[in-house]
């Protein structure tokens, strides 16, 4: 969170000590220690900082996973940095993360794919669902 934009947002309205205690973390993970609701903290990333990529909001309730984006991706991998290929268009695959910030996972992703990636912001909480369903062998999407 160092480099990110929110910090000095973030001194303006917290105490040093407090904002000391979130430096390093992802910004997502830094305003929930802060005391912002996860909720809220991912509603305000995604308005403010729609990060480098130019992510967009993406309902995981509502919105289909097709199974060949999965199968294009490592799941290992794709959990480990929780990420969740949701479609493939012309050369990219689609996914969604939890974390706009995160391009550690999205390089590690175009890497292992060997194709553009295109992101969307997602509810973690929707993610680690989907991605525990996959892990079981279940079918992944609203629909399940």
Do not use: N
Not at 79 to 98: D, M, Y
Not at 122 to 140: F, K, Y
């Amino acid at each position: 969170m160092e480099s990110s934009a929110v910090m000095p947002r973030l001194a303006q309205l917290v105490s040093p000590e407090a904002v000391e205690a979130a430096r390093g973390l992802p910004p997502l993970e830094a305003l929930v220690k802060l005391g912002v609701s996860r909720e809220e903290a991912e509603r305000f990333l995604r308005t403010e900082y729609g990060g480098p990529y130019g992510g967009w909001s993406c309902d995981l309730s509502t919105t289909p996973v097709d199974p060949a984006a999965l199968a294009a991706a490592p799941r290992d991998l794709c959990v480990r940095h929780r990420v969740l290929p949701i479609a493939r268009t012309g050369e990219a695959l689609v996914v969604v993360v939890s974390c706009s910030d995160d391009v550690a996972a999205i390089e590690a992703l175009r890497a292992a794919v060997g194709r553009d990636v295109m992101w969307g912001v997602a509810s973690a909480e929707l993610i680690d669902d989907a991605l525990r369903a996959w892990e079981a062998g279940e079918p992944v999407g609203p629909a399940h």
